[in-house]
């Protein structure tokens, strides 16, 4: 789990005892299109590593399987040549 949704989940528990701020809501909606950038990425990676194992590309597979580890651990990818 990223930083980015530890926050997002605190601020979805200070929303249910009150009122966000409008610092707290502005933080909000950046941790959500933090957090929709990540699903974007995660979910196009696990799309090539269906692919690479429906073609029985090994090296593909396990390039995209790092990629997606880096992007478990870090919330970044490096990107590919």
Excluded: F
């Amino acid at each position: 789990m990223l930083p980015v949704h530890e926050r997002l989940a605190e601020l979805y528990n200070i929303s249910c005892r009150r009122k966000l701020t409008l610092a707290e809501a502005a933080e909000q909606l950046h941790c959500l299109q933090v957090n929709a950038k990540y699903c974007w990425e995660m979910a196009c990676l696990n799309n090539e590593a269906l692919l690479a194992a429906a073609t029985n590309d090994s090296a593909w597979l396990q390039d995209i399987r790092s990629l997606m580890e880096e992007l478990r651990l870090t919330g970044k990818h490096a990107k590919r040549k």
